[in-house]
């Protein structure tokens, strides 16, 4: 017989939805087999159980194909008949095996599908000539020490033939009182005998004789031959039983096999009972071996490789006390290798292997028809009539907790997410656990449950020691609060790890510099660095820039400071806070909101945005240089924001000429100018009072005579940003109402009064166009309430930084490159759009990239990259805006560099 080898198909690996929401073991019916997520696995056991049969039949070719006739000395006729189902908890082994069990039921052989898998080639099926009696899975992880596997073995053949006499209407229904089966019971009180006989340690009880023990005690290590007398007796009667075998005609139609089935093999480590010896793995795969390896039957054990090793060399340890650990794993390797054959291991697919070709790779099916429908808007706006559709098991997990929670994670990462379940238990415990019911849903009940669900199966399950006593603390504390501390705890840890570094002598050590270098794309400034190892007095502002990019660095062992937190602890914060921000987003907790964003959501990671900016410096005639995307200003601000303004200088020139048609032309052109510069500061203090953006204008004669306008903020601290403007647009009247003030005092000075000052600021102010965007899409101009998702878009800027820019660029590129980084962000948005929109319901797909590109900050500064189309009246006005705000920008970026390269050495980042 040979095996047709075109049987085995090469679909991708499906599992329906309906048995992903099913507790327990996952069982396919026969239907199921070339659908099946395991199908693969199917096949390879069917050309396996074809392979064991041929070799049986090659032992008995000399006889009959029935096993009358087997050899008396089973020790000499072993066949490798154990087909060996491996794999990690959770992998499906289990569900794999028992799924095939039932394949093999004489009930079940006569399916298309069951022929189709084990069918050979030759012109005929295998079935043909064989058929299989499997007894029911022996669970090998709960026997008890006082429990021997051969006796439940007999047990459940002993119940099966049982079973067959006591079927109304079987055809064994009148084999009761024949002398065939009286002799096959009595064969069953023998082995039995013989199996309790060699487990019996005790004493000899009163008048006992000695020599009929050892008499029993002989015949008992004949086990497998009797043992196997036994199971050609059992097959005959369940052939005769089963009608495959035709009186007065031999040989028989179809050869039976006994099908047993031991799962969790690796887990049989009773504990023993006082004064008897220890049993486990060792033990069970000896007795497997010496009793089970004969012809006529078929041997299935599902476990995991490693564990079995494992406690394989603990017993071998304990038996021979090895010193020498090679040596215990040479014994292991040599004794499992005996055993169970190599050729003969289905090993469970690791579905999150990346290697595997995108057709081997876990697919949800999700029918119109089923019962669990987790995207039901879906088939309302199908047009083409699908039945069902397809998704991947990452995809199904993140629009399944979007559609049901509203929470979106990132969706576009390389690497292996963290509600990314992969393994087909855990994925199928997680989907039950946070599986909503209709009445869960009418209560809101879901964020108590992904929340209750984070904070303790995360925390149980996921950390260990330390950690998990840590981040259960965290949890208690309001999340405001929380961030507090877990930055501060990052900090500490970190600035401890960097006093204890060695080799520094003032320098990096060569490695140190390298990592940098590796880390970041560039070899960063020593001096600097030097300086943020001391920098415990100027980190005096908090911020969720800060919390990101610090959670950023607490798992990376850089620059000789050690890590602070497992991968796992950093997830776990990182899915915190991707539950919470959400709900207090959904609920409009601006006030909290505002307390966990505080003064940046990019914090010191905006820095490594943007190449290094070169500014001459001309007093000394040198050129310095640094990076500059955030910045905490702390004393004397009003220093670096004295900004010659070209356009104030007209402004002022036409107030003197009276042409009051070119003024308002300007001013209209001044007032979003001044008031998108100012939306790239935070936190503006004044003698350590929060104060407003106090703008001034001053005169100022240069040397050659000329006067030059300046525009100057008059706080003395601030906190500067390429990404405020998400801070100041969360709360667009707050920050109006700091600004106004001061804005329609410089206006009155160019205008006749006051009231036309404030009517000016009121129409050309960006407040209007802020209003709109707010009512239309709320007020998150980038995500940031999706902590995970912002965090990620955030590290991948950092390490996208060398593929987009060059390493310096002059202050004049520095708006430029800004853009280009608003722009990445975009893309970086519509990337998360574009994955979630198929799937999810009208009213839940996110509008992450329009919602950005919306916000007047963008839609003025990137003027011109922008996909929408505007009037060109309007793209007239906004570029010369942005002119202004160039106007502004670039000599405060150049003084900045200049003022702190000459004062203050070395620029210190946010």
Same mark, same amino acid.
């Given at each position: 017989?040979?095996?047709?080898?075109?049987?085995?198909?090469?679909?991708?690996?499906?599992?329906?939805?309906?048995?992903?929401?099913?507790?327990?073991?996952?069982?396919?019916?026969?239907?199921?087999?070339?659908?099946?997520?395991?199908?693969?696995?199917?096949?390879?056991?069917?050309?396996? %159980?074809?392979?064991?049969?041929?070799?049986?039949?090659?032992?008995?070719?000399?006889?009959?194909?029935?096993?009358?006739?087997?050899?008396?000395?089973?020790?000499?006729?072993?066949?490798?008949?154990?087909?060996?189902?491996?794999?990690?908890?959770?992998?499906?082994?289990?569900?794999?095996?028992?799924?095939?069990?039932?394949?093999?039921?004489?009930?079940?052989?006569?399916?298309?599908?069951?022929?189709?898998?084990?069918?050979?080639?030759?012109?005929?099926?295998?079935?043909?000539?064989?058929?299989?009696?499997?007894?029911?899975?022996?669970?090998?992880?709960?026997?008890?020490?006082?429990?021997?596997?051969?006796?439940?073995?007999?047990?459940?053949?002993?119940?099966?033939?049982?079973?067959?006499?006591?079927?109304?209407?079987?055809?064994?229904?009148?084999?009761?009182?024949?002398?065939?089966?009286?002799?096959?019971?009595?064969?069953?009180?023998?082995?039995?005998?013989?199996?309790?006989?060699?487990?019996?340690?005790?004493?000899?009880?009163?008048?006992?004789?000695?020599?009929?023990?050892?008499?029993?005690?002989?015949?008992?290590?004949?086990?497998?031959?009797?043992?196997?007398?036994? +199971?050609?007796?059992?097959?005959?009667?369940?052939?005769?039983?089963?009608?495959?075998?035709?009186?007065?005609?031999?040989?028989?139609?179809?050869?039976?096999?006994? %099908?047993?089935?031991?799962?969790?093999?690796?887990?049989?480590?009773?504990?023993?009972?006082?004064?008897?010896?220890?049993?486990?793995?060792?033990?069970?795969?000896?007795?497997?071996?010496?009793?089970?390896?004969?012809?006529?039957?078929?041997?299935?054990?599902? &476990?995991?490789?490693?564990?079995?090793?494992?406690?394989?060399?603990?017993?071998?340890?304990?038996?021979?006390?090895?010193?020498?650990?090679?040596?215990? @794993?040479?014994?292991?390797?040599?004794?499992?290798?005996?055993?169970?054959?190599?050729?003969?291991?289905?090993?469970?697919?690791?579905?999150?292997?990346?290697?595997?070709?995108?057709?081997?790779?876990?697919?949800?099916?999700?029918?119109?028809?089923?019962?669990?429908?987790?995207?039901?808007?879906?088939?309302?706006?199908?047009?083409?009539?699908?039945?069902?559709?397809?998704?991947?098991?990452?995809?199904?997990?993140?629009?399944?907790?979007?559609?049901?929670?509203?929470?979106?994670?990132?969706?576009?990462?390389?690497?292996?997410?963290?509600?990314?379940?992969?393994?087909?238990?855990?994925?199928?415990?997680?989907?039950?656990?946070?599986?909503?019911?209709?009445?869960?849903?009418?209560?809101?009940?879901?964020?108590?449950?992904?929340?209750?669900?984070?904070?303790?199966?995360?925390?149980?399950?996921?950390?260990?020691?330390?950690?998990?006593?840590?981040?259960?603390?965290?949890?208690?504390?309001?999340?405001?609060?929380?961030?507090?501390?877990?930055?501060?705890? #990052?900090?500490?840890?970190?600035?401890?790890?960097?006093?204890?570094?060695?080799?520094?002598?003032?320098?990096?050590?060569?490695?140190?510099?390298?990592?940098?270098? +590796? !880390?970041?794309?560039?070899?960063?400034?020593?001096?600097?660095?030097?300086?943020?190892?001391?920098?415990?007095?100027?980190?005096?502002?908090?911020?969720?820039?800060?919390?990101?990019?610090?959670?950023?660095?607490?798992?990376?062992?850089?620059?000789?400071?050690?890590? %602070?937190?497992?991968?796992?602890?950093?997830?776990?914060? *990182?899915?915190?806070?991707?539950?919470?921000?959400?709900?207090?987003?959904?609920?409009?907790?601006?006030?909290?909101?505002?307390?966990?964003?505080?003064?940046?959501?990019?914090?010191?990671?905006?820095?490594?945005? *943007?190449?290094?900016?070169?500014?001459?410096?001309?007093?000394?005639?040198?050129?310095?240089?640094?990076?500059?995307?955030?910045?905490?200003?702390?004393?004397?601000?009003?220093?670096?924001?004295?900004?010659?303004?070209?356009?104030?200088?007209?402004?002022?020139?036409?107030?003197?000429?009276?042409?009051?048609?070119?003024?308002?032309?300007?001013?209209?052109?001044?007032?979003?100018?001044?008031?998108?510069?100012?939306?790239?500061?935070?936190?503006?203090?004044?003698?350590?009072?929060?104060?407003?953006?106090?703008?001034? *204008?001053?005169?100022?004669?240069?040397?050659?005579?000329?006067?030059?306008? #300046?525009?100057?903020?008059?706080?003395?601290?601030?906190?500067?940003?390429?990404?405020?403007?998400?801070?100041? !647009?969360?709360?667009?009247?707050?920050?109006?109402?700091?600004?106004?003030?001061?804005?329609?005092? *410089?206006?009155?000075?160019?205008?006749?009064? #006051?009231?036309?000052?404030?009517?000016?600021?009121?129409?050309?102010?960006?407040?209007?166009?802020?209003?709109?965007?707010?009512?239309? &899409?709320?007020?998150?101009?980038?995500?940031?309430?999706?902590?995970?998702?912002?965090? @990620?878009?955030?590290?991948?800027?950092?390490?996208?930084?060398?593929?987009?820019?060059?390493?310096?660029?002059?202050?004049?590129?520095?708006?430029?490159?800004? %853009?280009? +980084?608003?722009?990445?962000?975009?893309?970086?948005?519509?990337?998360?759009?574009?994955?979630?929109?198929?799937?999810?319901?009208?009213?839940?797909?996110?509008?992450?990239?329009?919602?950005?590109?919306?916000?007047?900050?963008?839609?003025?500064?990137?003027?011109?990259?922008?996909?929408?189309?505007?009037?060109?009246?309007?793209?007239?006005?906004?570029?010369?805006?942005?002119?202004?705000?160039?106007?502004?920008?670039?000599?405060?970026?150049?003084?900045?560099?200049?003022?702190?390269?000459?004062?203050?050495?070395?620029?210190?980042?946010?």
């Amino acid at each position: 017989m040979e095996k047709n080898g075109g049987s085995v198909q090469s679909a991708e690996r499906v599992l329906k939805i309906d048995k992903l929401f099913t507790e327990g073991v996952i069982l396919d019916s026969t239907d199921e087999i070339e659908q099946s997520l395991m199908c693969r696995e199917y096949h390879q056991a069917g050309e396996m %159980v074809y392979q064991i049969v041929k070799r049986n039949e090659q032992l008995h070719s000399c006889g009959s194909p029935g096993w009358e006739r087997a050899p008396k000395n089973a020790e000499t006729e072993k066949v490798e008949n154990i087909i060996s189902f491996v794999g990690e908890r959770g992998m499906g082994k289990t569900s794999v095996m028992r799924s095939f069990i039932e394949f093999l039921t004489y009930e079940n052989t006569g399916r298309e599908s069951v022929k189709s898998l084990l069918k050979t080639g030759g012109g005929r099926d295998l079935l043909d000539s064989v058929y299989f009696v499997p007894l029911r899975c022996i669970d090998a992880s709960v026997l008890k020490s006082s429990e021997d596997v051969m006796e439940i073995i007999l047990a459940r053949m002993y119940r099966y033939v049982r079973e067959l006499i006591e079927e109304p209407g079987g055809q064994g229904a009148g084999m009761a009182d024949r002398e065939e089966t009286r002799a096959l019971f009595r064969q069953f009180e023998q082995v039995y005998q013989a199996v309790m006989t060699l487990n019996e340690k005790s004493a000899f009880e009163p008048g006992e004789s000695a020599l009929l023990r050892l008499q029993s005690l002989n015949s008992s290590f004949s086990l497998a031959d009797s043992f196997r007398a036994l +199971v050609e007796s059992f097959l005959k009667f369940t052939a005769e039983s089963r009608g495959c075998f035709h009186r007065g005609c031999n040989p028989y139609t179809r050869t039976p096999y006994l %099908v047993i089935a031991l799962d969790d093999v690796d887990r049989y480590m009773p504990d023993p009972m006082k004064g008897e010896p220890r049993k486990g793995v060792y033990t069970l795969l000896g007795q497997i071996d010496e009793y089970l390896k004969i012809p006529g039957v078929l041997v299935l054990m599902a &476990y995991d490789d490693a564990l079995l090793k494992i406690n394989c060399r603990t017993y071998i340890k304990e038996k021979y006390q090895f010193n020498d650990e090679d040596a215990e @794993n040479n014994q292991v390797d040599q004794y499992l290798t005996k055993i169970i054959s190599a050729r003969q291991k289905i090993y469970m697919p690791n579905l999150a292997w990346k290697d595997r070709m995108t057709q081997n790779r876990l697919q949800i099916e999700i029918e119109k028809a089923s019962r669990n429908q987790p995207f039901p808007e879906v088939w309302e706006g199908s047009k083409n009539g699908e039945e069902s559709f397809r998704l991947p098991a990452k995809d199904f997990t993140l629009c399944y907790l979007a559609e049901q929670y509203g929470c979106f994670f990132d969706a576009v990462g390389q690497k292996k997410h963290f509600f990314e379940e992969q393994n087909l238990r855990r994925l199928t415990d997680l989907v039950l656990a946070l599986q909503l019911t209709d009445e869960e849903k009418k209560e809101d009940h879901g964020y108590s449950k992904l929340i209750s669900y984070i904070y303790n199966h995360f925390r149980s399950a996921v950390l260990t020691g330390q950690e998990a006593a840590l981040f259960g603390e965290w949890m208690e504390k309001w999340v405001d609060r929380r961030s507090y501390d877990i930055i501060n705890y #990052i900090r500490s840890q970190r600035a401890e790890s960097g006093k204890t570094r060695e080799n520094r002598n003032g320098k990096k050590s060569l490695d140190e510099r390298i990592s940098d270098f +590796v !880390s970041s794309g560039r070899e960063k400034d020593e001096s600097s660095d030097e300086k943020k190892e001391e920098r415990t007095e100027t980190d005096w502002r908090y911020s969720y820039g800060g919390l990101l990019y610090n959670l950023y660095q607490s798992t990376r062992v850089e620059g000789g400071k050690k890590r %602070v937190f497992s991968k796992k602890m950093a997830q776990c914060i *990182l899915a915190s806070y991707s539950v919470v921000l959400p709900h207090l987003a959904e609920n409009d907790e601006v006030d909290l909101l505002k307390k966990v964003m505080g003064s940046s959501i990019a914090g010191r990671w905006a820095n490594s945005f *943007l190449p290094r900016v070169v500014a001459q410096d001309r007093s000394e005639n040198r050129l310095v240089s640094a990076q500059i995307g955030a910045y905490d200003f702390k004393k004397a601000l009003a220093a670096y924001v004295h900004i010659p303004c070209a356009s104030a200088g007209k402004i002022e020139m036409l107030h003197q000429n009276h042409k009051k048609t070119e003024l308002i032309t300007e001013i209209s052109y001044l007032i979003p100018a001044i008031e998108l510069f100012s939306m790239f500061f935070t936190r503006l203090q004044k003698g350590n009072h929060d104060c407003g953006y106090d703008w001034e *204008l001053k005169i100022k004669r240069e040397e050659k005579g000329k006067d030059v306008c #300046i525009l100057a903020m008059t706080a003395d601290s601030a906190c500067f940003n390429i990404f405020n403007f998400v801070v100041n !647009s969360f709360d667009p009247d707050c920050f109006f109402s700091q600004i106004h003030p001061s804005l329609r005092a *410089l206006i009155g000075r160019w205008t006749e009064g #006051i009231g036309e000052a404030e009517k000016m600021v009121s129409n050309f102010s960006l407040k209007n166009e802020y209003k709109k965007w707010q009512k239309a &899409y709320g007020r998150f101009a980038m995500p940031f309430q999706h902590f995970d998702m912002l965090y @990620n878009i955030m590290k991948r800027q950092q390490n996208n930084l060398e593929n987009r820019f060059e390493r310096e660029i002059e202050v004049k590129g520095f708006l430029n490159q800004c %853009v280009e +980084v608003y722009m990445n962000i975009s893309e970086a948005l519509k990337e998360q759009d574009d994955f979630y929109k198929e799937y999810l319901s009208d009213g839940i797909k996110p509008k992450f990239q329009e919602i950005y590109e919306a916000c007047p900050f963008i839609k003025c500064v990137c003027d011109g990259r922008l996909k929408g189309k505007r009037v060109k009246a309007e793209r007239g006005r906004m570029k010369n805006v942005r002119n202004v705000l160039e106007d502004l920008l670039l000599p405060f970026i150049a003084n900045f560099i200049i003022t702190e390269k000459t004062r203050r050495g070395p620029l210190e980042p946010l």
